[in-house]
Antibody, heavy 126, light 107 residues
Framework: QVQLVQSGAEVKKPGASVKVSCKAS????????MHWVRRAPGQGLEWMGW????????NYGQKFQGRVTMTRDTSIFTAYMELSSLRSDDTAVYYC???????????????????WGHGTLVTVSS | SYELTQPPSVSVSPGQTARITCSGD??????AYWYQQKPGQAPVLVINKDSERPSGIPERFYGSSSGTTLTLSISGAQPEDEADYHC??????????FGGGTKLTVL
């Protein structure tokens, strides 16, 4: 069965970085894009971006460009999301989620996600 | 960039039909999706491409779209349907956009 297992909760100080991992099993890792989505307390879902595990190509949300880096290690079927220059409003549960993707006319798209990780709580506090 | 607007909350009695709306200018151009999220759990896709129900989702979940408004209907809402519901679409850049989420109360 498809599983996305994320790393454990983190507590970070403002200005620090955090790196969250997402280990995939039960499917071919390189056949699906990996999205990262977060939910801050009292807020809705917020998309951060995706990575294509096969190529390493990324598409970051405008709000996070310059602060987020998504990578992958195909040898261990794991995707990573690193967020830098953390602020208190980055406190949130961070999810990885897989989605089918395709490329057309030089651009790539992934429209939705069918399996999600359990989430990783990142707390930013001084 | 586009925005999707949802009501913050919807409340129904058990057995009634719950309707949750999502409005936005992107909706006539792109498919949209609905996710259910219960407290402490990850989101679950309940409606795909405006109106398709993924395997394993009860038939009481129904999606429809008209112009700039998307609607998720839950006929005969059950207490276990209490959750936050999020609509989502995709911009031409490939970026996702989410609505603010709607808390459904069934009591």
């Amino acid at each position: 069965q498809v599983q996305l297992v994320q790393s454990g909760a983190e507590v970070k100080k403002p200005g620090a970085s955090v790196k969250v991992s997402c280990k995939a099993s039960g499917y071919t890792f390189t056949d699906y894009y990996m999205h990262w989505v977060r939910r801050a307390p009292g807020q809705g879902l917020e998309w951060m971006g995706w990575i294509i595990p096969n190529s390493g190509d990324t598409n970051y949300g405008q709000k996070f460009q310059g602060r987020v880096t998504m990578t992958r290690d195909t040898s261990i079927f794991t995707a990573y999301m690193e967020l830098s220059s953390l602020r208190s409003d980055d406190t949130a549960v961070y999810y990885c989620a897989r989605g089918r993707g395709y490329c057309s006319g030089g651009s790539c798209y992934s429209l939705t996600a069918d399996y999600w990780g359990h989430g990783t709580l990142v707390t930013v506090s001084s | 960039s586009y925005e999707l607007t949802q009501p913050p909350s919807v409340s129904v009695s058990p057995g009634q039909t719950a309707r949750i709306t999502c409005s936005g200018d992107i909706l006539p151009k792109q498919y949209a999706y609905w996710y259910q999220q219960k407290p402490g759990q990850a989101p679950v896709l309940v409606i795909n491409k405006d109106s398709e129900r993924p395997s394993g989702i009860p038939e009481r979940f129904y999606g429809s779209s008209s112009g700039t408004t998307l609607t998720l209907s839950i006929s005969g809402a059950q207490p276990e349907d209490e959750a936050d519901y999020h609509c989502q679409s995709v911009e031409s850049s490939g970026s996702w956009v989410f609505g603010g989420g709607t808390k459904l109360t069934v009591l």
